[in-house]
């Protein structure tokens, strides 16, 4: 009778792990999902279109699958406003105010990867200053305010 509650046990203990694994592969999936519609609509925003952007927006470049976070960085009150990805946006943004004489402020983030990044500084190309820096124009703006209405603000 032990061997039998023994068996029970393990067969139980398998289960949960089972059942453990597929909720993880769930949330996965649904983090991937979450991702990739948090990219269609930020691109829908930019663009000003209704539904998904042109399909050849949305497609990400062979080993482009990281997720992680595209973040507006403004220096000052009214400086530029950095476009940049980060998997930790809070401590990116303590990295740069290292270097940084002018106050930075994290104002908005979005979950993406780097294809979302770059098809952000492809938008705004007519603004930037140097590297990732833009100047702060009303379409950036209002891009930023739109973030913050549909993600909300950044937490630290």
């Not at 023994?6 to 453990?20: G, H, M, P, T, Y």
């Not at 592969?25 to 930019?46: F, N, V, W």
């Not at 303590?94 to 002018?102: D, E, G, I, K, R």
Request: proline share 9%; glycine share 8%.
């Amino acid at each position: 009778m032990a061997c039998e509650f023994d068996v029970a046990s393990k067969v139980q203990q398998l289960r949960a792990e089972v059942a453990r694994e597929r909720e993880l592969r769930i949330r996965i999936e649904a983090r991937r999902d979450g991702t990739r519609a948090a990219y269609e609509r930020i691109m829908a925003l930019l663009t000003g279109q209704r539904g998904p952007p042109p399909a050849r927006r949305v497609a990400a470049p062979p080993g482009d699958s990281r997720s992680g976070w595209v973040y507006f960085i403004q220096q000052g009150k009214y400086g530029p406003i950095k476009i940049g990805w980060s998997r930790a946006p809070a401590t990116r943004l303590v990295s740069l105010q290292t270097a940084n004489p002018a106050p930075l402020t994290l104002l908005a983030t979005v979950p993406g990867s780097r294809m979302t990044e770059l098809q952000l500084h492809e938008q705004f190309a007519a603004y930037r200053m140097t590297g990732e820096w833009f100047r702060p124009v009303p379409a950036l703006i209002c891009c930023v305010r739109a973030v913050v209405a549909e993600f909300g603000r950044p937490t630290p």
